[in-house]
């Protein structure tokens, strides 16, 4: 078993352009998670996933979108990219609810220049 | 806007040492898990607590959850350099969000 893996590790962008990242896990997970990772700022949501074909706001949405067509995939968008969008990103899955045991992958580091 | 804050933010200490780490809200949280993250990877899940006044025990790590299921500690005992690491909290509501502390960063000195 992987767990749970993410696509890429690293990227740099310019401010505007986009990118997808890619979240996989092979635990048959319901939930999954998309999470961004500063200094000093712990874990914060940004999306979520209850099921395939489902999506839902976290704390902090915006300049974002999400897409779950296949249980096992969780895919997060950033359309135009800001520098403000420059950080770890993580994604996680848990069986059941959110207060399930969440299962991190090792995180997407991205520069927006 | 519901908050954790965890302390202290960064602790440095010898090898041998204890340490406690608190994690306090205002909220009330149906359950609180500790997660250990190192360099390079993601959070792994040490414990979860869930009755208010619980108290549990990994090896030389002990968990407390307080009686109001509004905070909750972390104490190690003779701390090892393989304990160094970022230490988060996560705060547990009851409609199922989680909610994470800014993380305590633990550097343990030979």
């Known amino acids: 078993n992987a767990g749970v893996t993410q696509t890429p590790k690293f990227r740099v962008l310019k401010t505007g352009q986009s990118m997808t990242l890619l979240c996989a896990q092979d635990?048959?997970?319901?939930?999954m998670y998309w999470y961004r990772q500063d200094p000093g700022m712990g874990l914060r949501l940004i999306h979520y996933?209850?099921?395939?074909?489902?999506?839902a706001k976290g704390e902090v949405p915006d300049g974002y979108n999400v897409s779950r067509l296949k249980k096992q995939n969780f895919l997060l968008g950033l359309e135009s990219a800001a520098p403000s969008q420059t950080s770890v990103y993580f994604c996680?899955?848990?069986?059941?609810?959110?207060?399930?045991?969440?299962?991190f992958g090792p995180g997407t580091r991205l520069t927006v220049l | 806007t519901q908050l954790l804050e965890q302390s202290p933010q960064f602790l440095s200490i010898q090898e041998g040492e204890n340490l406690t780490v608190y994690c306090n809200s205002s909220?009330?949280?149906?359950?609180l898990q500790w997660y250990r993250q190192e360099p390079g990877e993601g959070p792994v899940l040490l414990v979860t607590v869930v009755t208010g006044g619980e108290v549990k025990k990994l090896k030389r790590l002990t968990f407390q959850f307080g009686d109001a299921r509004k905070d909750s500690s972390l104490h190690i005992t003779a701390a090892q350099t393989g304990d160094t690491g970022l230490y988060l909290c996560a705060g547990a509501f009851w409609r199922g969000k989680l909610i994470f502390g800014q993380g305590t960063e633990l550097s343990v000195k030979p």
């Open positions: 996933s209850v099921g395939e074909g489902t999506t």
């Open positions: 635990m048959n997970h319901e939930y």
């Open positions: 996680a899955s848990s069986k059941g609810l959110a207060t399930d045991t969440q299962y």
């Open positions: 909220s009330v949280f149906s359950s």
